[in-house]
Every structure is written in structure tokens, then in C-alpha cells.
């Protein structure tokens, strides 16, 4: 299925062609029937071209961004009687702005008036637009002359359009809700992408809801891909939706308020809008604040020289704050629209999630930097920017994750640009040796504070950054490999070896360590070298006293008491009770019920 919207001034026979080509009626409203004016979307289809109807009426601009928003084509239409008309330029520049480039041009009422001269008009009118060169044909839709030619044209346009990807994430703007008895609340919307399929899951204003039901050119179905018209039946909090809300795939989307964009203004409109905007994408109208980027000059203030992509105008970029959170992408197309001067903007979402702009001079370097963005999701391009985030983000950016760029740095959900993760690496090492330096004694430095040094934000990545270094991990701390102890402390543990070479389980006492000037302080820095073990306040044996510990048990009954290991281990009951309560806690040795213990074997 393709989806294409009407285009063109009020009165101009859209929604006569639509009948003529569909055998529907376009106008749902019995007073749009009455007028003969179409004031709100409507929806008709034949084999599997669907049609949106929208209102040419210039009150209603709003409901025909909503209809034109969603869709990758129009049928613009111009009477051979009345030729360009004040609407019809106005759609062309909406058109234009949303970057359409696909289309076909009807002259209508072609039985009334020589169709020439509208064409030419309009051939003029679309030069350096989007539309610039689109097929046209004549046609009346009371006579039914030129049908069969508009029939081929819209057919060989639609086989041109590109086929979306049916796993892409939805997002499917409404434009149209109502409610079914005994069904709930249904709402309808051009699905450009993606697979929507009954018992999904969607979200929507924060509400998650079920897909209850699925239909599509009137028929009932259990999934539907895009480009399609879809009409979901959903449960759940839906009481609240409107034209404007969207159904998302949950997780992968990031709703945001603020953004950066490229301006592109059509025709005679002044480069930049006013402070105060109307944000339209899809079928969304939110009230916007924009703040220029770029240096005020009088090619800014001055008027457009293009109705097209605005390609090479200067335009220039700009910080919009949105009303509402809407969920965007990088290469969205949206356009902002003055309610005042009815001037229509064209904007490509350069970045969903802007830096602050904070510093004098802010704006200025911000533009700099999307000067060179392109609207494209580049993976590699993001990294370098934000130096590091989470992969489903930069996905719900619009970056795509797929292929990681080489060189890309990969630590569980996060993914780091690999100059700055070279930076951080050298950084850590820097930070490591200088407590070292610093504070021999205590020369570790502690994990969450690596992790505020570097700017991280999950200490994980710290663990991945040190990894290469060959740091040493010891209690949440990292210190440098072969960290050597001070000269006085070396001494004084070189004598304690010396002793526990013949004595391995002699604890000195707090007379004798005070003596070789071995303090808290300095027994932790032996300890965190990996010389010793502190089994308890002035308990201190050798780092590998455990081990040779249970080598020492093992030749002792299969059960046996404390006074027995006191004796095997030739120690005292002040060394010999915490050695064992720690082999307890580590699990080498259990206690029995009666007071004695067990060495535990291997399962």
C-alpha cells in the first residue's frame, strides 16, 4: 500500500477527484457534505493506493499539516478555471518545507477551462521546489476525462516510493480517534514504517496500551506493515488520546522538549521565525520557542531565495524548546508555522539531545558545530560528540547500532568514541600513580572516585579502563602494579618475614609491631601490597597464612577441635581463633553442632 495526501487551494475539486477516483466519499461530516467544504482529514482508497483528504480552506491549515505530516507524496491539485490560487502556494511551501518530494500535479476541472494555462502557472510556481518536474495531468472529475492517465501517473509515482523497513520502530502519528461500543477507543493514523500486529504493545503520552484489533482499507487484520492507513483498536488508559499523540514501540524512542535544527525556509519568508512558533511533524501541532544560533546579519532577517530544501541559503540553525515532549529522531523533517504571518518554515532535526548553552559564546560554537551535520544518523559522528552513551539510546536518536564503526569501544550497554576512551585510560593511570605518589601509605585510589575524576557515569567503565593498565583491584580500590611500600615500612614487614619464615603462624604482638613503627596506617599499605593479612585488630600474619593453614588442618582428624588446631598450627588462642573464624567466612572450614570443625571438601 502507498499513502498519498491531496494538496491545493479551497474549492479546487480534491475531494471531487478523490470520488471520482475512489468511488468513496471523502467528506465524513454532513456539513462539510452540505458546504461542499472540506474542513476536516478524510480517508478513501482504491486497490492499494490510500488517499488523505485535506482541507484547502485557510482556516483550516492546521488539519491539513496534520493530513500532509505523516505521508511521503501528494496529489496537488489546481483548477484549470481559477489557476494559483493563495492556498495553493501556501501548500506548496508546507509541502516544500516537509521535504516532499514526490508527487502528481491534476489540473482539474480541465471541461471547464483550457488546462494550459493553470499548468503552466503551476510549472512556474514549483520551480526550485521539491515538487519542481512532477508529473501532471489533466483531468475532470465530472467527466471523468483523464482519469485513466491520473490512474497510471499515481501508480508510477507510488512504484518509485522506497519500501520501509516492516522492522522499523513504530511510530505512528493520530490523526483521528473515536470509540467503538464494545470495542473501546480506536484510532487511525498513516503508518509509515514498521509492523503493528493485534496483542502488541505501544505506548502513548506515557500510557502503555495493548493493540486490540487491527484494520486497514476496511478489512480486519492481524498485522499490518507501513506505508499503510491503520485504524488500532486499543485497551487500556486511551481515554485521553487525541489528533496529535502518537503510538511508539516501547523503550525505543527518547520523548524530547528541546532540539537543534536546520532551517530551510521557502519562498519570500523572512530566514528566520519569530521567538514563538507552532511545531508541526506528523500529525503533532505543539507550541514552540526558538532561539537562532547562527550570527544575526542581514541575510538572516532578510527574506528565503529558495521554496526547496534550502540547500545552500544560509539559513542557519536553531535551539527549539518544545511545549511538549514529542518523539524524534535525527533527519525528521518538521515545519514550523507563524499563526501571525501565516510563514511557514521548513526544519531537520539535526539533535534530539542538545548540549546546554550555558557560557558566553555558546550559541555561536554550537552552530559551528552543527554546520557539520547533515541530518543523517552517523554512529561514528554522535560518539565523537558525546564521547560516550548507551547504545539503545543513540538507536532512539536515530544513529543507528547495528555495525559499531571500528575502533568502537563496547562495555555492556555503553559505547565510547575510542579517542576518548584512550584519553580516559591514560587519565586513570595518571590519577592511580599520582595517589600512589602521593600517599604511599593509602596509595589506592577508591573506585567511585576514579569514576567522578573521569566524568563517568557507571563505574563499570572505570573497571573496563583499567583492565589494560594491569591495575591491581583491592577492596574497591585500584592501585598501580607492583606498588612499592615506603622504605622504613619495607623494612619493617621484611623483618616480620623473616620471623614467619620459621614461625608462619606467630602473630607479633602490639609491642613488637609498634616497635618496627608498623601503625594502621602502614599495616593496610602492606596489606593492600599484598604482604600480609590482618586477621584482626593486632592480628597480623602472612599474606598466604590461610592457605598454608589448611594444609596444616589436613593432617588432622576429619574433625577436630580448636585447641587441636592450636597445637598443629604451633600458634596461641589469639591468633588461632580468628585464622579459623576466618576459613569459616570463607568457606574452607564449617563448624559442627557439637563446637567442633570440619575442613570442607570439593563437591
Known sequence: MRVIATAGHVDHGKSTLLRALTGMEPDRWEEERRRGLTIDLGFVWTGDLAFVDVPGHERFLTNMLAGVGPVPAVLFVVAADEGWRVQSQEHLDAVAALGITRGVLAITRADLADPGAALAEARARMEGTTLEGIPAVAVSGRTGSGLPELRAALAAMAAALPDPDPGSDVRLWIDRVFTIAGRGTVVTGTLGAGTLATGDTVQAGGETLRVRGLHSLGQACDEIAGPARVAVNVRGAADGLRRGDVLVTPGRWLPTTVLDVRLSPPGDVPRRPPRQVVWHIGSAAVPATVRPLTTGTAADTGAGTGAGTGAGTGAGTARIVLAEALPLRIGDR????????????????????????????????????????????????????????????????????????????????????????????????????????????????????????????????????????????????????????PPATERAVRA????????????????????????????????????????????????????????????????????????????????????????????????????????????
Do not use: K, Y
Not at 585510589?445 to 569514576?451: I, S, T, V
Not at 590461610?546 to 589436613?554: E, F, I, K, S
Open 496 to 603: 616480620l618475614e623473616a620471623g614467619w619464615a620459621a614461625e608462619p603462624f606467630a602473630a607479633p604482638d602490639s609491642e613488637r609491631l609498634a616497635a618496627l613503627g608498623l601503625d594502621a596506617r602502614a599495616l593496610a599499605a602492606a596489606e593492600s601490597a599484598g604482604r600480609l593479612t590482618r586477621l584482626a585488630p593486632g592480628v597480623v600474619l602472612p599474606a598466604d597464612a590461610a592457605g598454608r593453614a589448611v594444609a596444616v588442618l589436613a593432617t588432622l582428624p576429619r574433625r577436630f577441635t580448636t585447641a587441636q588446631a592450636r597445637q598443629a598450627l604451633g600458634t596461641s588462642r589469639r591468633v588461632a581463633i580468628p585464622l579459623l573464624e576466618s576459613l569459616d567466612a570463607a568457606g574452607v572450614t564449617r563448624r559442627a553442632t557439637d563446637g567442633e570443625r570440619e575442613l570442607v571438601g570439593p563437591d
Open 334 to 485: 518538521a515545519l514550523l508555522r507563524d499563526p501571525g504571518s501565516r510563514h511557514l518554515w521548513g526544519a531537520t532535526v539535526l539533535d534530539v539531545r542538545p548540549p546546554e548553552l550555558r557560557r558566553r559564546g555558546a550559541a555561536g560554537r554550537r552552530a559551528a558545530e552543527l554546520a557539520a551535520m547533515d541530518g543523517r544518523g552517523d554512529l561514528a559522528a554522535e560518539l565523537r560528540r558525546r564521547c560516550l552513551a548507551r547504545r539503545a539510546d543513540l538507536a532512539a536518536m536515530g544513529a543507528p547500532t547495528d555495525d559499531l564503526p571500528e575502533g568502537t569501544v563496547a562495555v555492556g550497554e555503553w559505547l565510547a568514541d575510542p579517542a576518548s576512551w584512550a584519553a580516559w585510560r591514560d587519565r586513570l593511570a595518571a590519577l592511580v600513580q599520582a595517589r600512589a605518589v602521593r600517599d604511599p601509605l593509602d596509595p589506592g585510589l577508591p573506585l567511585e572516585a576514579a569514576r567522578q575524576a573521569l566524568g563517568l557515569p557507571d563505574r563499570t567503565l572505570v573497571d573496563a579502563l583499567a583492565a589494560p593498565l594491569r591495575l591491581r583491584r583491592e577492596r574497591g580500590r585500584l592501585l598501580p602494579p607492583g606498588a612499592a611500600l
